[in-house]
């Protein structure tokens, strides 16, 4: 019998949460620490896997992420390790995609290398501006050269490379935007992540936000017209949006985050690190312990989980109403109909395909590109009673 998770893959999610420094707009489960003992987090690492293949065997992986946190800091060893590992308590994939997420001041060739001879065949490098100034605002350490550098040791060594920019900065314009998006476009990129910088509270900008210190952020009007600049731009470069903040040219989509838009199964090993499994038919949602020593001495009892709550079926649906409605794809109504145990207001369909933010039909529905910059409410409409 074919189980819901498996029409979404299985993947599993590492996180390393150290980094050189603490980004001031991060909020995002990361350490600055002097002193690493890699090798008690290889064997921390290996722990969980053994845990989680105990207790999901058989399966077949489709992708193996490792974020954080800057997992560009690990040694090669530890993520041949983990790769290893991962092959010998699961099948992997033939095309199994293997990510590690880089920040270009931890790049070096020799290291690069090692990735790749470990199995890593994506990077993720987060550049996050092409202009020297705003990469200092950022808190970034890389220059645009270093950064630029850095994409052309991984273009030389990896087939698969993405970066990351954020837009709607300090002091941005629409023409700053729009010439520095061409410019990244003109590299050698099949995949690229463009996410609007958002203020979260509890981070260094949070707080200058809220004294009144991060000063130039774009009125809200100048950030939906980047927004819309971005999808014409990377549409016309062959790179549309497959996903609300990605783009990736045909055959280049990142395999592990369909896994989480399409509401497979995902383990989640490391610190703060979230999963979705399906143990039995039942569908559980995990959370790791969040501070790194906290995390390494109850692996060491025999769990790093601080929970594990099983999602019933009708969060379920609302859960995969809130993934999949992200992904241009749309979602399957029928695989909602039994999720959620309910079918959509039909009303409430026809307001919104009248409004031109959806188009839905029996068989799927999905979001326009009308609507995509007013997802949340779609959403809210939607899963409403």
């Known amino acids: 019998m074919t189980e819901d998770w498996q029409q979404g893959g299985f993947g599993i999610y590492v996180h390393w949460p150290f980094c050189q420094s603490k980004c001031p707009y991060c909020d995002f489960n990361s350490h600055v620490t002097a002193n690493i003992d890699q090798d008690a987090w290889l064997q921390s ?23 954080g946190g800057t997992p560009s800091l690990m040694e090669p060893h530890v993520v041949g390790g983990v790769i290893d590992a991962i092959g010998n308590s699961w099948s992997l994939a033939n095309d199994v995609e293997i990510s590690l997420e880089a920040n270009p001041g931890s790049v070096e060739a020799g290291r690069f290398r090692g990735y790749r001879e470990a199995g890593v065949n994506r990077i993720s490098m987060g550049i996050q501006a092409l202009n020297d100034r705003d ?3 950022l808190g970034r350490l890389h220059s645009v050269s270093e950064a630029l550098r850095a994409f052309d040791v991984a273009r030389s060594t990896f ?8 837009y709607a900065r300090q002091d941005q314009t629409l023409a700053n935007w729009e010439a520095e998006l061409t410019r990244a476009l003109g590299y050698a990129v099949d995949h690229l992540s463009l996410y609007q910088l958002t ?34 731009i990377c549409a016309a470069h062959g790179m549309p949006a497959y996903e609300v ?4 040219a045909e055959g ?6 369909l896994i989480y838009w399409r509401y497979g199964d995902y383990v989640g090993i490391g610190p703060g690190a979230h999963g979705r499994i399906t143990v039995a038919g039942r569908k559980f949602a995990t959370e790791a312990h969040r501070a790194p020593g906290k995390w390494l001495a109850e692996v060491a009892k025999g769990s790093g989980d601080s929970a594990k709550n099983e999602v019933i079926g009708p969060e379920q649906g609302l ?11 749309g979602l399957d109504r029928k695989r909602y109909e039994s999720l959620a145990n309910r079918d959509f207001d039909p009303v409430k369909l026809a307001e919104l395909t009248d409004l031109g933010m959806i188009e839905a039909d029996n068989h ?19 899963a409403g009673d």
Request: overall charge positive; proline content about 4%.
């Open 45 to 67: 690492y290996l722990a969980e896997i053994k845990r989680y293949s105990d207790l999901l065997p058989g399966r077949m992986v489709r992708s193996i992420f490792f974020g």
């Open 135 to 137: 990469l200092a605002r």
């Open 159 to 166: 087939s698969r490379v993405s970066f990351d920019l954020i």
């Open 199 to 232: 203020i979260e509270q509890g981070t260094a900008f949070g707080d200058r936000y809220n004294r009144g210190l991060l000063r130039g952020l774009p009125p809200d009007d100048r950030a939906a017209d980047m927004y819309d600049l971005t999808q014409t």
């Open 245 to 248: 903040s990605n783009h990736a």
């Open 252 to 257: 280049a989509q990142s395999r592990h985050n």
């Open 319 to 329: 859960e995969y109403l809130l993934m999949c409605l992200r992904l241009a794809e």
């Open 364 to 382: 799927s529905l999905r979001v326009t590109d009308k609507g995509r910059p007013v997802l949340n409410a779609i959403l809210a409409e939607l």
